[in-house]
């Protein structure tokens, strides 16, 4: 596979030709002279990609309008050319696209780098696929008509607007074994394609929820679009300087649903970007008691990892009792949360140096579609989430008390405009716990 981040260099179009007999039931004697397919498919050019051109064994499934559902034409690459493979789901069915000579329409193109095995039923008048592909897709449409038996022409193939890939690299990769969740990507893929050759795209799946990871190259491949807050359909929006975010990526092990989470700031995540993310075996979660979720042990930069900055102390990934970072947790009063089972709150000193410039940033941002704070330092991090998944603040008991009252406790607030330390509600009132190790 080529670098990342390079564009991508056209591929060559390349010929298929490859004909069609009708025949009569009763005889192998064709009664029309076979439909002949002369088409070329060119890879997109000026985008950047994980996957950078043609390879044997891509697919490309071909609707065409005046061609009743289910019926296509498939055709594949085998290297150097392309070649008819498929009409209607059976190799070489006799009769059945049922073109005719002077026939005309237009023909849909439509590539899954995932899906080459694919296949087509009938949903009504629509097209659609044995299975949803929550991937990104290439496409081109073409005018047709059938001129002395044949069907000529190129697809100038495109991936849609606003779709985005990320790459892990894990030489044991299998399709969907890890999944990868972000706020600022949808998974999105073909939903249908309709009688007109019109794309519909899928609809069931929200901005953080996980797209499924599928082996590519030595590694694993996904890709979704952008949300509306982050998308740059618009020319002008495209040609604009973007705004550099911090992002929070959650990746999924299906079977056991195990995590480890990335954090990315300063970056720009524009339509069409192709993002390397740390391999499977460097960044990850380790389990470290009973009701405590996490201790983080790596993350994404290379260098200084968290533990190794002690004047910030080791802190817990989790709130208590909470399996991920975005889990609120249950409140507790100051006794009990200074009572529970082998844990330590953090003081109201190592409160204060989170805050302080120098040691650690900022910013506030929505993990798996809850809002909270991103304590970054060392080139490191924890979540701590507000209140709600929509609250813009958050409370958190400290373990010291107030100095001149004692029926008050410090207390650490977050909220969208900063990180706070200060007087906490009476010892009485319920905030969050987060942990720390001694």
């Known amino acids: ?64 309008t005046g061609v009743e559902a289910p019926k296509h034409l498939k055709i594949i690459y085998n290297g150097s050319a392309w ?36 296949t087509i039923s009938a949903d009504g008048t629509s097209f659609t696929f044995s299975k949803t592909y929550y991937a990104y897709y290439l496409t081109a449409t073409l005018d047709y008509t059938v001129t002395n038996g044949k069907v000529s022409g190129t697809f100038q193939m495109e991936i849609p607007d606003d779709y985005v890939q990320f790459f892990v690299d894990d030489a044991d990769a299998q399709d969907e074994a ?28 929200t901005a953080a929820d996980d797209m499924p990871g599928y082996a590519y190259s030595g590694g694993y491949l996904f890709s979704g679009k952008l949300n509306a807050q982050y998308s740059s359909t618009r020319k002008e929006e495209r040609e604009a300087p973007v705004e550099a975010h911090a992002y929070y990526f959650a990746k999924t092990k299906t079977s056991d649903n195990t995590r480890a989470d990335y954090f990315v ?3 720009t995540l524009t339509e069409h970007s192709a993002i390397k993310l740390p391999a499977n075996g460097d960044a ?29 102390g080791k802190w817990y990934t989790c709130n208590y009792g909470c399996s991920v970072p975005e889990q609120h947790g249950t409140p507790y009063t100051f006794d009990d949360a200074n009572s529970l089972p082998g844990v330590t709150l953090p003081t109201q000193d ?16 929505p993990v798996h579609g809850h809002s909270g704070m991103v304590v970054k330092a060392s080139n490191a991090f924890l979540f701590l989430p507000a209140q709600d998944a929509s609250s813009e603040d958050g409370r958190y008991w400290s373990s010291t008390l107030h100095q001149q009252s004692p029926e008050y406790a410090m207390g650490f607030f977050i909220n969208n405009i900063g990180l706070h330390v200060g007087q906490a509600p009476n010892v009485g009132e319920q905030l969050s716990v987060r942990p720390i190790q001694n």
């Open 350 to 365: 190592q409160f204060e140096k989170l805050n302080t410039t120098g040691y650690a940033e900022w910013v506030w941002l």
């Open 265 to 267: 700031s300063g970056k």
């Open 284 to 312: 990850k979660w380790q389990a470290v008691g009973p009701g405590v979720c996490y201790e983080l042990l790596h993350i994404i930069d290379a260098g200084t990892s968290w533990e190794s900055s002690t004047s910030l």
């Open 178 to 205: 890890y999944q990868l969740g972000c706020d600022a990507v949808i998974p999105t893929g073909v939903a249908s394609i309709s009688a007109n050759g019109t794309i519909t795209e899928t609809s069931d799946k």
């Open 1 to 64: 596979m080529k670098k990342m981040w390079i564009l991508i260099v056209m591929a060559a179009a390349v010929i298929t030709s490859c004909g069609q007999e009708i025949l009569d039931s009763g005889s192998d004697v064709p009664e029309t002279a076979p439909i002949v397919f002369n088409l070329t498919a060119n890879h997109p050019n000026a985008t950047k990609a994980v996957k950078t051109g043609w390879e044997a064994g891509d697919a490309i499934f071909v609707f065409f």
């Open 83 to 118: 070649t008819c493979a498929e009409y209607n789901g059976a190799t070489q069915t006799p009769g059945a696209l049922g073109l005719t000579d002077g026939k005309e329409g237009t023909m849909r193109a439509v590539y899954l780098p995932f899906g080459s095995s694919a």
